[in-house]
């Protein structure tokens, strides 16, 4: 399944923001006596980056996270199948819509106080 043109951008930043918490979270989850190096992580980072905005379609998504899914925890996998073009759909849907409440909250919240 093709993005929209108009779609592109939405879903690349959000994919960006979680996969770049996951990489970060991977880095500095690992094991003790091991420390990467910053430019390791800033190098893995600018190509994980590359690779999402170079994302045209679903396939190309779900194939992104196929390679990364050492980044993605068990139970998200079993549970969700997030490597299946459904489970995929999904992960990208629930990123839209944590963004969207997310943003609702901070409107919310401005408007209270302003």
Do not use: C, W
């Not at 679903?58 to 196929?66: A, C, Q, R, T, Y």
């Not at 995929?88 to 409440?101: D, M």
């Amino acid at each position: 399944m093709k993005i929209n043109n108009d779609n592109k951008k939405a879903i690349h930043d959000v994919l960006v923001t979680d996969m770049q918490k996951r990489l970060y979270e991977s880095v500095n989850n690992t094991p003790t006596g091991v420390v990467p190096k910053f430019n390791d992580y800033t190098t893995a980072l600018e190509v994980l980056v590359d690779e999402i905005l170079l994302t045209q379609s679903l396939d190309d998504i779900n194939d992104l996270l196929i390679r990364y899914s050492n980044l993605f925890d068990e139970p998200m996998t079993v549970d969700t199948n997030i490597f299946t073009l459904e489970g995929t759909l999904n992960y990208v849907i629930g990123l839209l819509v944590s963004e969207i409440q997310s943003l609702e909250q901070t409107y919310e919240f401005n408007d209270m106080f302003n």
